[in-house]
T-cell receptor, first 113, second 114 residues
Framework: GQQVMQIPQYQHVQEGEDFTTYCNSSTTLSNIQWYKQRPGGHPVFLIQLVKSGEVKKQKRLTFQFGEAKKNSSLHITATQTTDVGTYFCAGPISGGGADGLTFGKGTHLIIQP | NAGVTQTPKFQVLKTGQSMTLQCAQDMNHNSMYWYRQDPGMGLRLIYYSASEGTTDKGEVPNGYNVSRLNKREFSLRLESAAPSQTSVYFC?????????????FGEGSWLTVV
């Protein structure tokens, strides 16, 4: 089945440094979604990208969808302690009759003050 | 607006015991899901219900059963719990299945099987 691979698994940064997580799919995605999960919490929707080459910004967060719609990235500028958590990308499950989203394994962002 | 509510929040089971995780959503969503989350494994889909009256297997259905009781409620049952089912379980819902639908998660149920 379709897989969504996400790297890195863990990222340690000093507060104020930038952070990027990457998501790659073996097949073309119709759309990709990003979720954030705070420690001990549940995943919360951040954004959806649909168009080839799309770039969206939310304050210090920049989301990109690749031209081939097989990869995506999330970049955080000047990280703050509130950015701590796990960031997941998710793409539609295709084939095998399954619906819903398939999630990457997530990137754990650890920020050192 | 409660969103997705799941119970219990914490549960300890002995191997072989059975239990049911309850989930309800108040967003009038058609589709509901059960995911499990394990360290290093991300979120894996157990079962989903595209609409009231239908259920389908996800990526890791073995050892689980589900019931879509009505449009609001979707329960997950462990008939004979095993230590490998120790995990955090998330119920979720979306307006419908398919591309473009945002998934809303409950707060999670922490299950330990000893």
């Amino acid at each position: 089945g379709q897989q969504v691979m996400q790297i890195p698994q863990y990222q340690h940064v000093q507060e104020g440094e930038d952070f990027t997580t990457y998501c790659n799919s073996s097949t073309t995605l119709s759309n990709i979604q990003w979720y954030k999960q705070r420690p001990g919490g549940h995943p919360v929707f951040l954004i959806q990208l649909v168009k080839s080459g799309e770039v969206k910004k939310q304050k210090r967060l920049t989301f990109q969808f690749g031209e081939a719609k097989k990869n995506s990235s999330l970049h955080i500028t000047a990280t703050q302690t509130t950015d701590v958590g796990t960031y997941f990308c998710a793409g539609p499950i295709s084939g095998g009759g399954a619906d819903g989203l398939t999630f990457g394994k997530g990137t754990h962002l650890i920020i050192q003050p | 607006n409660a969103g997705v509510t799941q119970t219990p929040k914490f549960q300890v089971l002995k191997t072989g015991q059975s239990m049911t995780l309850q989930c309800a959503q108040d967003m009038n969503h058609n589709s509901m899901y059960w995911y499990r989350q394990d360290p290093g494994m991300g979120l894996r889909l157990i079962y989903y219900s595209a609409s009231e009256g239908t259920t389908d297997k996800g990526e890791v259905p073995n050892g689980y059963n589900v019931s879509r009781l009505n449009k609001r409620e979707f329960s997950l049952r462990l008939e004979s719990a095993a230590p490998s089912q120790t995990s955090v379980y998330f119920c979720a819902s979306s307006e419908s299945v398919g591309p473009g639908n945002t998934i809303y998660f409950g707060e999670g149920s922490w299950l330990t099987v000893v």
